[in-house]
């Protein structure tokens, strides 16, 4: 079992930044690719980013990339998402997710966090 608490998230200004780190306690997670997917009010919970066990490898969805940088840090059992440039559309519950590899579907991971508000103002 994998417990993740999600943290960071808050109100930000248009264009601002904010960096959301999500803490896994119950087994290490650096067998596990972590994602970070967001909801809307009204929309899918999407996929914003992942990164593999070893983190070599990441996903990033077209909406974030280039503004939205994950890392993960298997020492401390934490997964991080520096946001850069935030939008209003990027306003959304943030969850962190474990899963055994990289996938878009929220449906393939195993575990998750309760999440964590950002809201953007414009």
């Known amino acids: 079992q994998v417990l993740l608490v999600e943290s960071g998230g808050g109100l930000v200004q248009a264009g601002g930044s904010l960096r959301l780190s999500c803490l896994a306690s119950?087994?290490?997670?650096?067998?596990?690719?972590m994602g970070w997917f967001r909801q809307a009010p009204g929309k899918e919970r999407d996929l914003a980013a992942a990164?593999?066990?070893?983190?070599?490898?990441?996903y990033y969805a077209d909406s974030v990339k280039g503004r939205f940088t994950i890392s993960r840090d298997n020492a401390k059992n934490t997964v991080y998402l520096h946001m850069n440039s935030l939008k209003p559309e990027d306003t959304a519950v943030y969850y962190c997710?474990?899963?055994?590899?990289?996938?878009?579907?929220?449906?393939?991971?195993?575990?998750w966090g309760q999440g964590t508000q950002v809201t953007v103002s414009s």
């Open positions: 990164i593999s066990g070893s983190g070599r490898g990441t």
């Open positions: 997710a474990a899963d055994l590899s990289i996938a878009k579907r929220p449906e393939s991971y195993d575990y």
């Open positions: 119950g087994r290490t997670i650096s067998s596990y690719a």
